[in-house]
């Protein structure tokens, strides 16, 4: 592990400060269609761990050229987008259910720099185990593209679940940035 604590660091910050950068970026750009498959399009649970997955996605367009000879990189990968879908949602729901809060915006960007490094820190301790083989990396293969088509999907058709219901608009999806962004077009006309 002494040899790869920089990919605990490094990845972990820059899956901290990419997804910070993306939760803005869609409203940035003027709600660009195709910015919201990578972005934040509203403030649901799902689309905070796109954000780290995004983020992640961005870190392995890199890190293969430096890390992807390592005989567990898909692996460790495949794992690594895994980790956020389950601390994210685990941390934020476990903290408002054991403190009574409907959110705290501190903790609430906490969890997401938890969530961020647990990612990456679980990258780099699966790049230094004992190589898995083949198999491993079959089924990472798969895992990864199934996050992926789930992660591209589920922007424009989201479940109607907690996870994917913006707790501002009470809508899910692109659908929900479309009415705050008309309810701030009323109150600008009314002023």
Known sequence: MNELWWVFIIEGLVITILGSVLHFTYEWTGQNKFVAYFAAVNESTWEHIKLALSSIFFCTLFDVWFLGSNPNYWFAKSISFLVPIVVIPVLFYGYRAILKVKSCLPIDITIFCIGAFAS??????????????????????????VVLVFYLLLTKFPAHNFLFKDPVTGKYGIEASKKRKASRRSSKTRK
């Open 120 to 145: 990456s820190g679980v990258l780099a301790l699966l790049l230094a185990a004992e190589p898995l083989g083949e198999g491993g990396e079959t089924t990472s293969m798969i895992v990864m593209v």
